[in-house]
């Protein structure tokens, strides 16, 4: 009986972390220093505005994209580095949807939507692992949220313990911009170094490593109305998958 208490054991802690995986992204082993630019999401600021405007404003979901500073003086000029011009431009040539964004929204900005994505990802993650998703909950869409929900129902119900770490963004990059019936969608690809273990009841790891670093791939897709333009509505989570 011993034997078959270990095995049924051993299938669900399997389940669990398969359940993980679908919810937050895949998560690839990575020696104990991360890569270049690892902790360049720990140095710069992960609010949604940009510029030193960003502390006296609070995070949006994804800082609605837009320039928060340029928005108070009523002003859609703003001015840009010749790097984030460039990012911009080439932007409007891969992504002819983002046309309709910023006609929508005149001061949304590449550069500051990803910043803000930098925070919300931070934020969701540490409400993920920590059980503290109603701190979140306007950021997450209805489907996201009741993912994550049983996520961590079923984590608790085994009685398993989650640490987890998130050393620092390593890359974001827009993957797609959709446009549809007056919704857009911004698909995103994040690289982050991250530190997971998990614990059985008997506080025993069984998966990841307290002290290893491992490089996490996700793919996160922001959604809005464009027909309802307002600082009431803004981005929201709509998916989450594995890169």
Same mark, same amino acid.
């Given at each position: ?41 720990? =140095?710069?600021?992960? *609010? ?5 405007? %960003?502390?006296? *404003? ?17 002003? =859609?000029?703003? /001015? ?11 932007? +409007? ?24 994505? %930098? ?9 993920? *692992?920590?059980? *503290? ?44 911009? +959709? ?5 857009? =969608?911004?698909?995103?690809?994040? +690289? ?9 009841? %008997? ?19 922001? /959604? ?12 929201? +989570? ?6």
């Amino acid at each position: 009986m011993q034997h078959v208490d270990i095995v049924l054991l051993a299938l669900v802690a399997a389940f669990l972390i398969l359940r993980l995986r679908s919810v937050l992204g895949e998560h690839h082993s990575a020696d104990n220093t991360p890569r270049e630019g690892g902790r360049e999401g720990l =140095d710069q600021s992960i *609010t949604g505005a940009r510029g030193r405007e %960003q502390q006296e *404003t609070s995070p949006s979901v994804a800082g609605d994209g837009e320039d928060v500073a340029a928005r108070q003086r009523g002003s =859609d000029a703003v /001015t840009l580095s010749q790097e984030e011009q460039e990012q911009e431009e080439d932007a +409007l040539k891969r992504f002819p949807a983002l046309k309709r964004v910023k006609e929508a929204l005149p001061s949304f900005y590449v550069t500051t939507f990803l910043k803000g994505v %930098q925070n919300v990802f931070f934020m969701v993650h540490e409400a993920y *692992t920590k059980d *503290t998703l109603d701190k979140v909950s306007h950021l997450l869409g209805k489907e996201v949220y009741g993912n994550f929900q049983k996520a961590i129902k079923e984590r608790k119900a085994a009685g398993h313990r989650q640490e987890s770490s998130l050393v620092g963004i390593e890359s974001l990059a827009i993957d797609d911009i +959709l446009y549809e019936d007056g919704k857009v =969608d911004i698909v995103v690809s994040i +690289l982050s170094s991250q530190i997971n273990a998990f614990y059985d009841a %008997q506080g025993a790891c069984f998966q990841g490593d307290a002290e290893a670093i491992e490089t996490c791939r996700d793919v996160w897709v922001f /959604t809005r109305d464009l027909g309802k333009v307002s600082r009431h509505v803004a981005w929201s +989570l709509k998916e989450t998958r594995g890169g």
